[in-house]
């Protein structure tokens, strides 16, 4: 077995992931572990999961990942964006359907960026990213803004809504294809 | 004369800094340089202030000061906060007044937070609060959330509508206040 320690604080985002990464990648064990790392406040996700894996990995030395999602609202110049999570703690779901009442172009998108850290000290970046929009109101019972995100290829419901099947289609889900076919190409004898 | 360098993009920052610095301290020369530091995502402007300076002193050697400052309010759990700058390039004055659309709690807090570096490398961390509320609609010509937050000390007038004023009784000001007593201290013969 391959040990992949995943760095979060979400217990959420270790349900996804572990059951996402073990069915692409049996190989591969996810264990999670709530390391306080300083996140940087830059303006991409991508940045912001690099600068943390980097530093995670200096304290494991281990081959490690950290996940950074967020969520950009076109009328809203990509608002909440890589301060999701501030943002939601903050004002929540009210507050951003709040900020939408009467704008017709209710257009996001979820973004995932995934940093690995391999062994050797090999950083890499991968993203998912799912188009979709902001319904008119909270809908199903889900963690941070899955019950006001409505992916394209849901047909009509929110990330709340559909459970389970949020992670077949979801931003992280594709982030994690994508980790997941680097790490079994390179763990294949 | 004393020359300490300010760290920002701001040009606002720059014009209010240099007028009450020179002014509070008249041995020293403000001279601004904009220079890109990365910011950490941190829950605090002291401490968003005092890495960005370290990172500053490191590159440049010399007396250096950051200034980073938000706007919290009360009824939406300290939003925007530490993330102010990125909220208001985003959702902007007319996003927050949405947001505060029929809430009778406006209570908000302005906050400062300098960060000094001196040519020995000691760090300094000076801050500035104003308590005040949100007004119900922006008033004045100001930068930032100038126009919609009103000082408890400002006779009802937002800090845009307050002009020069704004700089006498401002939460940067009482920052400042603090940095130039310390550094006419320790510049006196």
Known sequence: MYELIFVTSNPHKVREVKEIVERL?????????NLELKERQLDSVEEIAEEAVKEAFKLLGKPVM??????????L????????????KTIGNKGILRLMEGIENRKATFKSAIAFC????????????????????????????DPIFIPEEGGGKTYAELGPLKNEISHRRRALEKLATWLSSTLSP
């Not at 990648?25 to 572990?33: G, T």
């Not at 110049?77 to 999570?85: E, L, T, V």
């Not at 993203?127 to 199903?140: H, N, P």
């Open 25 to 33: 990648a049996p190989k591969v064990n996810v264990k999670a572990l």
């Open 77 to 88: 110049n990509g608002f909440p964006g890589p301060y999701s999570s501030y943002v939601f």
């Open 118 to 145: 391999s062994q050797e000290g090999l950083t890499l970046i991968f993203t998912g990213t799912v188009k979709g929009e902001i319904s008119l109101e909270e809908r199903g019972e889900g963690w941070g803004f």
């Open 66 to 75: 950290v996940e950074d999602a967020g969520m950009f609202i076109d009328a």
